[in-house]
């Protein structure tokens, strides 16, 4: 069985966005860029698979501009057979990833596809399901843990009041949450390795997706300020503020 | 112009995040329908036809449809979503899974978590954590919309009186299967719902003093209990306390984070609370830039005394 991780480019989590003042987006320039951590316990997921015998290849694909390779050779670094990237430099919603992602895994004939349950740029959580339905696959979301056998998919989501476990048939897509595993670090031969490996660089227009947006950003501000805050010195302070300033107790 | 909310509940009672996704429906103006599709949900269908604002209640029972599973629950929303000009959901669990998978089957966008409605086709919703909100515009003829809870008020649970109709349900899917759930019980007040939320960090230092610290002081003021991230890491509590941009989106009265540093992604979880408490022994913890009351100290000291002090 072929596992397909699709992996995305994003600012790095530890970085404090700032929006652009012309309200156009956020500054991505001379901004550290890194693969989106879901995506990581995507890859590391599809890795244990393989490991345990379950698959047999992990192929890492990403959608978008030309340094999205320098992630997908990040996921290959980590143990992923080969790379294709789809390259283009049009602004990529999960509605046109998905149908991108669907082209790519009718070419492969993947069994699997897991992607991280949401992007931490836009925040969209979609791409997973929307994928699914395009296929007409199960969607086994929110993952926190995956048992493959006998062409069923046992996974256990995380929901709002807890767990959920549910049964998949399989072909599928299941979607990772953050529980689901701890990614493997990539060592330096493995990073050598990874440069030699093979990397497919298609188009949209050769899958045959149309990749045109079909949300209009009109503008992007930042959130209102908090106001400043105040320390109090001892907890009798802090209980007068609360009852007698903010009246919140 | 109609308008189509999907119901959430547990086949006994509907959830709180409907209501709030009502009143975003209210505000796109036109009839507010909602679906509620469960197995023996009549209760359900009666609750929601009391909720101000509702006009119609389709209900769709069927054992396949018990569970929520998204194969099924997608299908029972696209029999129907040619008869609606938008479809809500709460951006719960239940929402975030089912929703894109009938915008993709509709070959429509979906917007996710909407925090605020600007007109019947431009929504304001928040990207990088809640660093930045985007203002965006779809042109598409069905919108597929998630409606962040904590952006829109509750609707009032009676004073509507809806008619429900019965509709056809759609047959299984055959691709999943429910197996099982291991719910936390809680009884205190739910997250999401939470007026008072005390939280807990990495800084507590155990889920025994998390427990010890923490649930008196809840107790004290009828909250809920959130944790961090690492809280949750850590073991002390189970993973549906986790309050932040991959937990749950919080905004109560009052968030007292004890123990909590205030990483990127906590702060987009709790920041739109409206008074936030600090107690953190670390003066220079990013939770004080947000915080409105901060106290540097000891928390096995300073929590105790709170609670005494309440």
Redesign the interface.
Known sequence: MKILVPVKRV?D??V??R?KSDGSG?ELDNVKMSMNPFDEIAIEEALRLKEAGVATEVIVVSCGVTACQETIRAGLALGAERGILVETTTEL???AV?KLLKAVAEKEQVQLVICG??A???????????????LG??????A?KVVIADGKA?VT?????????????LP?VITA???LNEPRYATLPNIMKAKKKPLDIMKPEALGVDVTP??????????PK??A????P???A??D??KNE?K?? | MSVLVIAEHDNASLKGATLNAVTAAVQLGGDVHVLVTGNNAATVAQSAAQVAGVAKVLLAEAPHLA?G???NL?EQILAIAKNYTHILAPA???G??????????L???????ISKIDSTD?FER???????????????PIKVITVRTTGFDAAAATGGSAAVESIAAVGD????????????KLDRPEL?AAK?IVSGGRGVGSGENYHKLLEPLADK?GAALGAS?AA??AGFV???YQVG??G?IVAP??YIAVGISGA??HLAGM?DS????AINKDPEAPI?Q????????DMNV?VP??TA??
């Open positions: 600012i989590y530890n404090k966005v929006v956020v919603q999960p509605l998905a349950k949401q931490i740029d836009d925040d969209a959580n979609q791409t997973g399901q929307m994928l699914a339905a395009l696959w199960p969607q086994a979301t929110f926190s046992s989501r995380e929901v709002d009041g807890g767990l959920e476990t549910d049964e998949f048939t599928a949450d953050l529980r079909r949300l209009k950003t009109l503008k992007v501000v930042e959130p908090r106001k805050g105040i320390m109090v001892d907890v009798a802090l209980v503020k609360l903010a919140v107790i | 569970d599973l998204a194969e997608a719960t669990a239940c975030k899974n089912v929703m894109p998978r009938v915008a993709a089957k070959d429509v966008a979906q917007i996710s978590e431009t928040p990207t990088y954590a809640g660093n930045a909100i985007a203002t965006v515009q779809s042109a598409d899917s055959g691709k999943s299967r429910f197996l099982s759930r291991d719910l936390t999401g008072v003021l991230r949750v890491d189970p993973n549906d941009q991959t749950k009265t009052l990127i992604q920041k409206k008074v936030i408490v004080f947000v915080a409105d009351y901060g106290l540097v100290g300073a005394e709170l002090a309440i």
